[in-house]
């Protein structure tokens, strides 16, 4: 009984694994005995240590060239170069890196020693502002989407200034952009630092019109990081989870998160000595990680830093996904980011706070104290509602990608339909806005009125905001939170997206406003009218209702708003009309750019799917099958022996039964055997397929489906087979164990 033995043992590796959990203990973690403020930013070159390393000169030159988001030249470079040095090596430093966002998740790095020759053959430490301010990394294998043939493999980086330099071991690390030969984008950091300047210029031509002392506007992110931990040993028995990142199979666990229990409860031990130690490690680098939680699944938690600059609090994020699967491995946990690496329950997203604020210490998104202020809070609010109206299916593409698409519109995740929450209070304030404002020349009665309602706006509408839980895009008091982005994700393709969607709003905002004062009109009726127009026409984006409904499914149709699931679909939004004016008429991407980008999301999403669909299928045919027979045997030589031992009559009565066991799962057995036959037959003709985009559909529509199909004839075997044989850790071990 060959098989049986061999089933036995993929058994009893899920056993041993769940012997190893129950016998673990916390790691215990080396905190620093100093407060956190004492040791914070330690391995970051910020700018209390460039006063202290740098030259007066260079130190002016980097601090101007930060507040006005500029790039240093090589003279300048030089200069940093020299006091970076003596403050890495001093801090034990041995290596540089180039650290930057290629388009593949993660981030990239290559190692550099300092060493170089120096007189009479001897090794000294060098380091130079040319290798500061631009590096050439044969990075031929990163994605580009057909930008860069092999012969032009090469890509640039440099140094991005607003971004600080860090050390991660024994590592320095630059932060950069990295672009092509060619001079185009095969990042994400050089578009989003584009998106950030043009919303800047946006913002600021607009805050004119209420202070003229608003020369800046940045953008900021506050990202809600959530995330699953799993033992290791359970993870290493689940080879869908270290080949594919989620769980292709599994039946529903009897308890898992109906009774909330888990939400906010009391954190457990070793996960809580897991979250000392990864901020710790945050805080070292700068990461300002402040608020921690269990989230509403088991095993789901939460972390959430201090809101930063966009391309800061992109990169922190970056660097905290990296530090937490470090971390986690310290204390024989592996992190998921995941979007759904569980069905029947919760997946995890990464919220992002989004807001501006203005040089004058202005958060433009938070009402004010009187009706000027609230004019201008007012005028930012209903721009952004009307760039997320115009630019839906860009916004929704910025976030559709393989693994969320599984979560978006599922178990109480955002609806696959992005639509625009602000609470009852704005709502009445808005149709206020609208029905007051007349065409013709308003009366100083009419606008004393109007201006009385805008000033009575509390300042604090946190608490005011009646919350809505089930909005992909809510106002939250002082900031919108855009909630469909997914955990896995960079996220700067959301804030690229939504960023340029404003900011190219913004500027129609000031084009439309000035028009209407040339023809004679003063300056706040200009702005109420041209308001109250976006108003009217963003209503099909305004939903105050519950997002995760079947009605609104239906209704959000009915008003246009269309949801599309399929992700190659999706994406392919990024190239049409409107959104092309709105990325490239910025400036943001070149035709060539965006076509690369759309290009790569194509392949990844193939690449994902073809992935989860090979393991599946050897799982399925490798392990399931060979044990619902092994099982399916045992069964067949209990009714024989049955036969044996009693009469006719005695035997009918007892086997039956058994019987039916037996051809519920041959038909099982065989209901898989051929499903998984057709899914390679139709990824060998999907795969043939040159064309990318068609290639996309021919996996979404002809190979997708049937992960659901095969994994649910699975999911039945698991709740028949005997347990002590079952190959793979079970949903109750996975998320109850810890
Ligand atoms: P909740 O779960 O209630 O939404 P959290 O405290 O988990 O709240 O996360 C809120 C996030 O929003 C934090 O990262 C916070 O710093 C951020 N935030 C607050 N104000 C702003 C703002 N003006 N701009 C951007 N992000 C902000
Ligand atoms: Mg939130």
Known sequence: MFAKKTYKKMAELRFSALREVFNREPVEVKIPSKVVSEYYAENVFDLPKMEHYLSKEAYKIVKQAINEGKSLNRQEADMVATGLKAWAIEKGATHYTHWFHPLTEGTAEKHDGFIEYGENQKVVEKFSGEVLVQSEPDASSFPSGGIRNTFEARGYTAWDVSSPVFIIGTTLCIPTIFVSYTGEALDFKAPLLKSLSQLDKAAVDVCQYFDKDVTRVIGTLGVEQEYF???????????????????????????????????????????????????????????????????????????APIYEEINLAVDHNQLLMDIMKKVARRHKFRVLFHEKPFAGINGSGKHNNWSMATNTGVNLLSPGKNPKTNLQFLTFLVNVIKAVNDNNEL?????????????????????????????????????????????????????????LGIGKIPGILLDNTDRNRTSPFAFTGNRFEFRAVGSSANCSAAMIVLNTAVAHQLFQFKKDVDSIIKKGRNKDEAIFQVLKKYILESQKVLFEGDGYSKEWQDEASERGLCSISSVPESVSMYLSEKSKEVLIGTGIFNEKELESRVEVEYEKFTKKVQIESRVLGDLAVNHIIPTAVTYMTSLVENVRGLKEIFNDVEYEKLAGVRKELIVTISNHSSSIKKLVNEMIEERKKANVIEDSYKKAIAYESNVKPYLEEIRNHIDKLELIVDNEIWPLPKYRELLFTR
């Open 229 to 303: 931990l799993i033992d290791e040993a359970l993870y290493y028995a689940r080879p869908d989870l270290v080949l594919a990142d989620r769980t292709l199979m599994g039946h529903q666990s009897s308890k898992d998160q109906q009774l909330a229990d888990h939400y906010f409860g009391s954190i457990p031990e070793r996960v809580m000595s897991f979250m000392k130690d990864f901020e710790c490690e945050a805080y070292k680098l700068g990461i300002p990680v402040k608020t921690r939680h269990n989230e509403v699944a088991p095993n789901q938690f939460e972390c």
């Open 395 to 451: 916004l929704r593409a910025s976030v559709m990608n393989e693994s969320n698409s599984y979560r978006l519109g599922g178990h109480e995740a955002p609806p696959a339909i992005i639509s625009v929450f602000v609470g009852s209070y704005l709502t009445n304030m808005l149709e206020n806005v609208a029905a007051k404002v007349t065409e013709r020349k308003m009366t100083p009665a009419q606008k004393t009125e109007l201006k």
